[in-house]
C-alpha cells in the first residue's frame, strides 16, 4: 500500500485516489484500513492480501524526490510478485510541509525510525500479513536505513540495501555533496564529531544478524562504493548472510537496461530467499 493522508500530501497520489473511488478497491480485491500514527491520527490506506509483506523506503525517505523512477518501478515488480509493500512517508519526508522534512536532521536514528517501526506494526497487525515473513530494502537514505536497522531491530528475515551509508564521516570525506552532510550533520566531523558518530550505521554492526543484500555503483560520487564494501565486510566478518551486487559502470542509480533487468531480479530473488518459507 501506499500511505496518503487526506488534505496533507502537496500534490495528489493518483493511484490513491483511483482505488478511493466507490466500489474500485473492492473490485480490485484490496482492502481500506486506517492506521493510527502519533503525528497524524488517521491515515487510509489500502492492501492487497498475500502473505508475506515488504517495507520499502527511498531515497530521503521517498516520497517525491525520487519515486518517479527505479524504487517506484521496483514498488510495482515487487506487488506483481506476491508482497504486499509498505511505502511510508515518515518524518524527513516531503508532503507534510519542510518542518516535517527537517525535524530529522541531526537525527537519522530518531523519529524517522520509530516511524518506520510503527509502520511496521501496523503491517503486523493486519491478518493477511505473516509478521514472521517480513522484509525491508531501501536506496540512497533508505539504504542507510536498512544499514541502522539491522543494528536495531529483528523484525525482519532480510534486508536489501542500495547505495547506503554506513559510516557517515568517512562517507563526508569522499561524497561529491559536501553540503548536504554538513547541513544534515551540523557542520564537519571534526566540529560536530558526536552527531557523525551517533547517526552511523557502524557503530551497531557488534548487533548485526539479519540477512542483507548490498549493492552499489562504481560511478557513485553521492554515496562511494567504500561504504558498500565496507557494510559487506562487516557482514562476511559477522558470519552474516549477505551477498554484495556491484556494478562497475552505474552510479547512485542503475540506468542501463540489463543492469536495471539484474538489479530487480536480484532483489527479488534475495526477498524470496528469505520471505518466501518460514524459517
Known amino acids: ?6 488534505g496533507i500530501l502537496s500534490r495528489p497520489v493518483a493511484h490513491m485516489m483511483m482505488v478511493e473511488a466507490p466500489g474500485v478497491a473492492e473490485m480490485l480485491g484490496m482492502t481500506r484500513f486506517e492506521a493510527k500514527f502519533w503525528w497524524l491520527q488517521h491515515i487510509p490506506a489500502f492492501v492487497t492480501p498475500p502473505a508475506t509483506a515488504l517495507m520499502l523506503l527511498g531515497a530521503y525517505v521517498l516520497l517525491r524526490k525520487h519515486r518517479e523512477h527505479a524504487v517506484m518501478l521496483l514498488l510495482w515488480l515487487a506487488l506483481t510478485a506476491g508482497y504486499v509493500v509498505a511505502f511510508p512517508n515518515p518524518h524527513g519526508s516531503t508532503g507534510y510541509g519542510q518542518k516535517f522534512t527537517e525535524a530529522i536532521s541531526g537525527d537519522w536514528g530518531g523519529k524517522v525510525m520509530e516511524d518506520i517501526m510503527k509502520v511496521t506494526d501496523a503491517l503486523a497487525a493486519l491478518p493477511w500479513v505473516d509478521e514472521d515473513r517480513m522484509g525491508a530494502m531501501g536506496w540512497s537514505w533508505g539504504g542507510y536505513a536498512m544499514m541502522w536497522l ?9 534486508l536489501a540495501a542500495m547505495m547506503g551509508v554506513y559510516d557517515l564521516r568517512s562517507m563526508y570525506g569522499a561524497t561529491e555533496e559536501l553540503w548536504f552532510p554538513e547541513w544534515e550533520m551540523r557542520g564537519p566531523p571534526w566540529k560536530s564529531r558526536q552527531v557523525y558518530e551517533k547517526n552511523s550505521p557502524a557503530r551497531f554492526v557488534d548487533r548485526w544478524k539479519t540477512p542483507m543484500l548490498v549493492i552499489q555503483g562504481a560511478r557513485d560520487f553521492r554515496v562511494v562504493e567504500t561504504e558498500a564494501f565496507s557494510t559487506f565486510n562487516a557482514l562476511q566478518r559477522r558470519g552474516i548472510p549477505s551477498r554484495l551486487l556491484y556494478f562497475p559502470d552505474e552510479n547512485h542509480w542503475v540506468l542501463k537496461p540489463q543492469n536495471s533487468r539484474m538489479w530487480h531480479r536480484t532483489v527479488l530473488e534475495w526477498l524470496d530467499r528469505w520471505t518466501r518459507t518460514r524459517r
Open 150 to 158: 539491522e543494528g536495531h531491530t529483528d523484525r525482519f528475515k532480510c
Open 1 to 6: 500500500y501506499q500511505v496518503a493522508a487526506r
